[in-house]
């Protein structure tokens, strides 16, 4: 009877420490816009034409992001599309943004 209580309690214990693992888990990997990782694919378009760093030296607010990568994206017709910018400029504003 001791046994089982005890048993129970570090099982509710065990479920305690895991349950915030869980949940948070998959919160993690949500931070993308429709499925679009947005670092993933600001370093596949951003980077044929010049060098990343071009971009990851900067910091700016996230409008200007935006303006640069429409403009960006009007180079090529066809390469960026506006699902792929709008996740890049959301990377973009939350790695590389003043604060
Ligand atoms: C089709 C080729 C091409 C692609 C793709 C491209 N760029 Fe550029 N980028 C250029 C050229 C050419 C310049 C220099 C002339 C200019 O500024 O228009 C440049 C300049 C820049 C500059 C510095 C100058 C400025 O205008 O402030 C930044 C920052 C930049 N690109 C970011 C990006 C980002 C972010 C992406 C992806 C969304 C991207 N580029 C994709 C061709 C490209």
Avoid: Q
Wanted: charged share 30%.
């Amino acid at each position: 009877m001791k046994r089982i209580g005890f048993a129970g309690m570090s099982f509710a214990v065990a479920l305690a420490f895991l349950l915030p693992v869980l949940f948070a888990a998959p919160a993690a990997g949500a931070d993308s816009k429709g499925g679009l990782d947005g670092k993933m694919v600001f370093e596949k378009k951003c980077g044929v034409c010049h060098r990343l760093s071009l971009t990851t030296n900067r910091r700016e607010w996230k409008p200007e992001w935006r303006e640069i990568v429409d403009r960006m994206a009007r180079k090529r017709d066809g390469w960026i599309s506006a699902d792929e910018a709008a996740a890049i400029v959301d990377y973009l504003g939350s790695e590389y943004g003043k604060d």
